[in-house]
Nanobody, 115 residues
């Protein structure tokens, strides 16, 4: 059974940094592209980045100069390093993957950027 679990969220001041993690179980991590999404209060969920098994990560223009994405296939974990955080980055951050026609989501982790 595929499960995704995010962690690392919290409260941070503008300009600060956080690192999120997403651990995937179910044996799919090394064979599936992984994605980050986020959902701000009162807004639709938006795509943040896609991290392929190999190759170039694609990220939204709003974050690509401030966020860094990586994955460790040996640990079944992907990471989101967020720097220069802004209040508009406040959201619940989710990891996601698709496998055999089904989409899987974690429970999300809250990131709040506020002074």
């Amino acid at each position: 059974q595929v499960q995704l679990v995010e962690s690392g969220g919290g409260l941070v001041q503008p300009g600060g940094s956080l690192r999120l993690s997403c651990v995937a179980s179910g044996g799919i991590f090394s064979i599936a592209a992984m994605r980050w999404y986020r959902q701000a209060p009162g807004k639709q969920r938006e795509w943040v980045a896609t991290i392929p098994i190999r190759g170039t990560t694609k990220a939204a223009d709003s974050v690509k100069d401030r966020f860094t994405f990586s994955r460790d296939n040996a640990k079944n974990t992907m990471y989101l390093q967020m720097n220069s955080l802004k209040p508009e980055d406040t959201a619940v951050y989710y990891c996601n993957t698709d496998y055999r026609g089904q989409s899987y989501w974690g429970q999300g982790t809250q990131v709040t950027v506020s002074s």
